[in-house]
T-cell receptor, first 113, second 114 residues
């Protein structure tokens, strides 16, 4: 069964460093998303991506964040200068159409020290 | 405002019992989709069931079913014959109108006791 994959599973970085979180969505899906979940809190939407551009983003997704689909399979989230409050579980998701259910990857646990 | 509310922080039932998790939502949109996701201790987010707002029939997926009350803006999840593997956080989420994002409830921690 097709699934969304994410790497790494756990990333530890120092405050101020850049990190890139990687995702491989389900191959025939066209819509891609990033969410984050700070431990013990709600899941928060960051950004959606379709047709090589951002289709929607939240207030959280400020200038320190960027997304890219560098090739036909990967979808990345870059955080330019990490802050302590960026520590969270980051989930990538994909869907086959704009109304369909979103399938999530296993997440990347980001720890900023 | 578009919101999703889960009022039960934690529930606990015996194995094989039936349990219902509550969810309410608020939106002025006529077109929306509702979802229940399960998050076991591994923290993987797993889709359990979905419901389209335009469908009157309640969705069912094996032991999982929903009670969708559109007028009351309620979307509860019923788990029948609960199993130990059902122990997890359960999140209600909604996709409203033309928005791409899912809006999430705070989650209900479900514990199935042997």
């Amino acid at each position: 069964e097709p699934e969304v994959t994410q790497t790494p599973s756990h990333q530890v970085t120092q405050m101020g460093q850049e990190v890139i979180l990687r995702c491989v969505p389900i191959s025939n899906h066209l819509y891609f998303y990033w969410y984050r979940q700070i431990l013990g809190q709600k899941v928060e939407f960051l950004v959606s991506f379709y047709n090589n551009e951002i289709s929607e983003k939240s207030e959280i997704f400020d200038d320190q964040f960027s997304v890219e689909r560098p090739d036909g399979s990967n979808f990345t989230l870059k955080i330019r200068s990490t802050k302590l409050e960026d520590s969270a579980m980051y989930f990538c998701a994909s869907s086959g159409d704009s109304r369909g259910e979103q399938y999530f990857g296993p997440g990347t646990r980001l720890t900023v020290t | 405002a578009q919101t999703v509310t889960q009022s039960q922080p934690e529930m606990s039932v015996q194995e094989a019992e039936t349990v219902t998790l509550s969810c309410t939502y608020d939106t002025s949109e006529s077109n929306y989709y509702l979802f229940w996701y399960k998050q076991p201790p591994s923290r993987q987010m797993i889709l359990v069931i979905r419901q389209e707002a335009y469908k009157q029939q309640n969705a069912t997926e094996n032991r999982f079913s929903v009670n969708f009350q559109k007028a009351a803006k309620s979307f509860s999840l019923k788990i029948s014959d609960s199993q130990l593997g059902d122990t997890a956080m359960y999140f209600c989420a909604a996709r409203m109108g033309s928005n791409y994002q899912l809006i999430w409830g705070a989650g209900t921690k479900l514990i199935i006791k042997p």
